[in-house]
């Protein structure tokens, strides 16, 4: 047999034909062998591990960032100023600027080494070494991740991007969660509420601008009392713990004090008849009304909504605005919560909201102000309600509208000159804290 002649060393392995009586074998060509095994998903256990790290890294290095100065905060001037490579901390500056952190933040940040040289290089520079060794941690904890979860960076980035079709993720702090731990919270406190309000309204003063002026009403709507169960109480205090001026106690809507029996406190015309008996105690920075219904020897079901007002410094010891934080604390079980905040037209240009869901301790505060310890997975939605109130109305409660329009008028501020925001949240979590922050805008526009 004559030997084939081949044009091209491709043609041989496209011949069926055996060389020498064998058989031939196709050799992968190198487009073969590059070819790779999908990444294989993280599982929903995996992913909250991975969502908690990436939160943990974006606060502590946003502190650090913080601390540059000014002209250093930015990929390039960060890199001039540490003596860093450029890409390092372009890839910082573009995770941290994920106003809210999620598993995806991590594929943005450096790798660990370049992370760990950036510390390195922050230290140099004086940065307080408590915070440097909190960030090193936070590091640590994501080298956990790469090698647990990946071996490198690049491969746990394939991880998060890669989904199972198969796979239903877990969603945390999600719909059903939260119906189910509302039933739980009745069984467990023996009060429920159809929906919780609370609706303020904040302005300076017109006589005096360093003066903050803040109005607030509160309710539970339909809200059931079982004979043994915890009473219904409604916090209506203030958290300037520095602030212990008695001329910024908080007060009734008639200026009387919010202490002792206060029947005062009550908005009648949206409280059930007979009106339940309220008692308001505490101190001048933390006021709760307590709610006892008349009779309790079977469920009793009723409407309270109470409202207060005070003056306070508009800026704190160390010249900020107190204006930051708003908060509606989820005490009784709900199926709605309706929170909305109105801010004077003239304050309203000075401060950029957002909103957040965190678990609160009873004082408000976080270990060491690390809010992101203590955030729920799942952030509320901040809705614009726009100029005035003709955007009150919302299905949670009927009467919405005509309790803001009252409120208003009971303070004796006009409402066309407030921007109204809203939080809606069907079965608000139970212990949970709903903030509504400002954040003071540097420049606002005149």
Request: glycine share 8%.
């Given at each position: 047999m004559k030997p084939r002649i081949f044009t091209s060393p491709h043609e041989a392995f496209r011949s069926t034909t055996a060389l020498e009586g064998g058989i031939v074998h196709v050799m992968p060509s190198d487009s073969l062998m590059n070819l790779k095994a999908p990444a294989t998903p993280l599982t929903a256990t995996q992913r909250a591990r991975c969502e908690r790290v990436a939160s943990r890294l974006h606060a502590d290095l946003s502190e650090l960032v913080n601390l540059l100065p000014d002209h250093a905060q930015g990929g390039s001037g960060m890199s001039r100023h540490l003596g860093i490579v450029r890409n390092t901390c372009q890839r910082v500056i573009q995770a941290l600027a994920d106003h809210d952190p999620t598993i995806e933040t991590?594929?943005?940040?450096?790798?660990?080494?370049?992370?760990?040289?950036m510390l390195e290089a922050m230290q140099k520079e004086g940065i307080d070494q408590n915070k440097i060794e909190i960030a090193q941690a936070g590091v640590d904890q994501f080298d956990g991740l790469i090698r647990d979860y990946g071996g490198s960076h690049s491969k746990l980035s394939a991880r998060i991007s890669a989904m199972d079709a198969n796979q239903k993720p877990l969603e945390l702090a999600s719909l059903q969660a939260r119906q189910a731990l509302y039933q739980a919270a009745v069984g467990i406190t023996g009060r429920a509420a159809q929906s919780s309000i609370s609706l303020y309204a904040f302005r300076q003063s017109p006589d005096d601008t360093d003066v903050l002026q803040r109005a607030i009403a509160t309710g539970l709507i339909q809200t059931t009392v079982i004979p043994g169960g915890m009473p219904v109480v409604i916090s209506n205090g203030s958290t300037l713990r520095w602030d212990d001026d008695l001329e910024h106690a908080l007060k009734n809507l008639d200026d009387s004090d919010a202490q002792g029996t206060t029947?005062?406190?009550?908005?009648?015309?949206?409280?059930?008849q007979p009106l339940p008996t309220v008692t308001s105690r505490g101190t001048q920075e933390s006021t709760i009304r307590v709610i006892d219904p008349q009779s309790l020897d079977h469920p009793q079901t009723f409407d309270v909504v109470s409202a207060a007002r005070s003056n306070h410094p508009f800026l704190d010891p160390?010249?900020?605005?107190?204006?930051?934080?708003?908060?509606?604390?989820?005490?009784?079980?709900?199926k709605k919560l309706i929170f909305d905040i109105y801010v004077h037209e003239d304050m309203e240009r000075m401060f950029?909201?957002?909103?957040?869901?965190?678990?609160?301790?009873?004082?408000?505060?976080?270990?060491?102000?690390?809010k992101w310890v203590l955030r729920y997975p799942q952030v509320p939605t901040l809705e614009l309600l726009g100029r005035g109130i003709g955007n009150a109305a919302t299905t949670g409660y009927a009467r919405h509208a005509q309790l803001t329009k009252v409120f208003f008028e009971r303070i004796g501020w006009n409402p066309s000159e407030f921007f109204g925001l809203r939080c809606e949240v069907d079965f608000p979590i139970w212990r949970g804290g709903y903030c509504i922050k400002f954040a003071p805008v540097q420049n606002p526009v005149e």
């Open positions: 991590l594929i943005k940040m450096p790798g660990t080494k370049g992370l760990r040289l029947p005062d406190a009550l908005l009648q015309k949206f409280c059930s160390q010249g900020m605005p107190i204006f930051n934080e708003i908060w509606s604390l989820a005490n009784c079980p709900s950029r909201p957002s909103v957040d869901a965190q678990q609160w301790n009873p004082n408000l505060s976080a270990p060491g102000g690390d």
